[in-house]
Nanobody, 125 residues
């Protein structure tokens, strides 16, 4: 079972970036997939989540209106489209799956069962 996040990079404030999280080894439908980020010296924080089955989405207040999470069930991949990026969005972004939930997403990292390696997003001012 693997989750592979990709798409990070160095961008300027105001730019956009799309992250991908490809799942392999098993299908993660219908469970909840989440995106988290961790900035240097800070704790891991919830960014967004989506339920594979109903496509219901959840966002943290800090990214609501700027980030969009989506899924492609055929590709077993979840995306995080990030727009209007800010320097404070700089962090390592990771994807994870919660095998206990199908519709309602948890914002607690401890509730997620499998994690992918992160991808670094750096936003310069």
């Amino acid at each position: 079972v693997q989750l592979q996040a990709s798409g990070g990079g160095l961008v300027q404030a105001g730019d956009s970036l799309r992250l991908s999280c490809a799942a392999s080894g098993r299908t993660f439908s219908p469970y909840v997939m989440g995106w988290f980020r961790q900035a240097p010296g800070k704790e891991r924080e919830f960014v967004a989540a989506i339920s594979w089955s109903g496509g219901k989405t959840y966002y943290s207040d800090s990214v609501k209106g700027r980030f969009t999470v989506s899924s492609d069930n055929a590709k077993n991949t979840v995306y995080l489209q990030m727009k209007s990026l800010k320097p404070e969005d700089t962090a390592v972004y990771c994807c994870a799956v919660d095998l206990q939930r199908i519709v309602t997403a948890s914002m607690r990292p401890d509730d997620y069962d499998y994690w992918g390696q992160g991808t670094l997003v750096t936003v310069s001012s």
